[in-house]
């Protein structure tokens, strides 16, 4: 096909670790989901993100991942209870 895109698309990959790449969609995701204005739906993105982290470092990713994943764990549920929709 074109190995030339593929090889530019792959080293400037490699760059990056899954935290990273994870933490860059969790932000897109936040962006996305305050343009529905639910709160219900944001805290769920916040624990499926919660979970995703946590599961990071044994994945090769960097140790610190671990501490993000456990902090949006703890506050998914706060804020799913406090949410009116």
């Known amino acids: 096909m074109f190995p030339l895109p593929l090889q ?22 936040m ?23 946590a599961i990071v470092p044994g994945l090769g990713g960097p140790g610190h991942y671990l501490y993000l994943g456990m902090g949006l764990l703890l506050v998914a549920p706060l804020l799913f209870t406090t949410a009116d929709r």
């Open 31 to 53: 962006l996305a989901a305050l343009t529905q204005r639910s709160g219900k739906v944001l805290a769920l993105q916040t624990m499926t993100f919660g979970l995703l982290f």
């Open 8 to 29: 530019v698309l792959d080293r400037f990959l490699l760059q990056y670790n899954v935290g990273q790449v994870l933490l860059v969609v969790f932000v897109l995701a």
